[in-house]
């Protein structure tokens, strides 16, 4: 029976310290608990160094206009993808995902955006993939 | 008694439940386009003119970055760090690492970008070769000299250390000294000191991937020797876009530690 004890235990510090893993990268920066998804209009699209970013004017039911900071990748890891400066230029309505930072929310992580009206997601991907497959007939990849 | 036991499976499962539905923060990163596995003997493996295999990639992968046991191939706990350097490691926090502010990762690190080895020829033959990160040099270079000359013996402790190589048949193999100890080798700060002494034999077994035994000896920071494992993949021939390296200027708009107001990125401490 202490065996039994034992190895329960033993599954459940195991489990308490998976989270660390979460510990890193944009969890350093970025608030798991402030998930958005918003609509609004692209001001910016940064192809910078070390990291993209896309600033987005969103209008509050107040009025207010807050312009969003979202960080995704490199410019070089989008570009590898097939996307370029031409696929979302400023003026265009979008809808996105993120996360909001720990200490300036409006300064967030880029989950997903794409155009409004558009199922099509932007700097995802395989893009030359799914456009191969437009043209070649084929079911386009999911997302 | 029994009753205990079920308490405690339930326990762990609410905390696994639990652990499950935490989100972790995620952004738009698509994998590197690489050789799949299916084509990794769809060519015969390169060779230069003179005869030598060809190494210059770009590559992705082949080194450690988030967890150098894991990506190593050993157990968690296996890598023999001393008892200063566990408590360093227990102590550093994500925010302190160097690379955040644009500084070197060191070797054996690579960051999820491609790299390259660059050979440089003169009248008397291969003299030297660059490793190129894209990124995870953050821009600069480091040099391996081919020209058959030795170590210094006081070497100036720097972040790439003083790299000298050769050609064992077909793997390159690349004997280092005189790092500093400034660059982790993961974000989980695994640190090392300046005894380190590495020695890295690079083998391209196929057209699309290129093994590496990593050997670290670093009796300031290890009780013994240790040989990790890694591969790199060859970057996907042919791509419209970035089938070779591209730029990089780190410094040029990172801002990072702003969103969540932290102070001193990359001071190490």
Known sequence: ?143 | MKRTVLLVLAITSVALLTIQAQEQVRHIAPANPVVADKDVNSQPIPRLPDGTIDLTGPWFGGGSNGDIEREGGLKPGELPLLPWARELKAKRLPKDEPYTACLPMGVPRVNPYPWKFAMTYTAKGLSHIYQLHETGDAGAHRVIYMDGRKHPEDPIPTWWGHSIGRFEKDTLVIDTIGYNDKFWFDSRGTPHSEKLHTVERWTRVNFGRMTHQFTIDDPGALSRAVTLNFTASLIRPGLKDGDDLLEFICLEDNQYGAAAGIQGVGSGK
């Open chain 1, 1 to 143: 029976m202490t065996s039994k004890l034992g190895i329960a235990a033993a599954a459940l510090a195991l489990l308490c310290t998976a989270p660390v893993v979460a510990h890193h990268g944009f969890d350093t920066e970025y608030d798991a608990k402030k998930k958005v998804k918003l609509e609004g209009v692209v001001k910016q699209v940064a192809w910078t160094n070390p990291h993209m970013r896309v600033y987005i004017d969103v209008t509050g039911p107040d009025g207010k206009v807050v312009n969003w900071n979202l960080e995704l990748t490199s410019p070089n890891r989008i570009r590898r993808q097939g996307w370029g400066p031409r696929d979302l230029v400023p003026g265009e309505k979008v809808i996105f995902e993120g996360y909001g930072g720990k200490v300036i929310e409006s300064r967030g992580s880029l989950l997903s955006i794409r155009k409004v009206g558009s199922d099509t997601y932007l700097f995802e991907e395989g893009k030359e993939d799914a456009e191969a497959a437009a043209a070649e007939g084929r079911p386009v990849p999911a997302r």
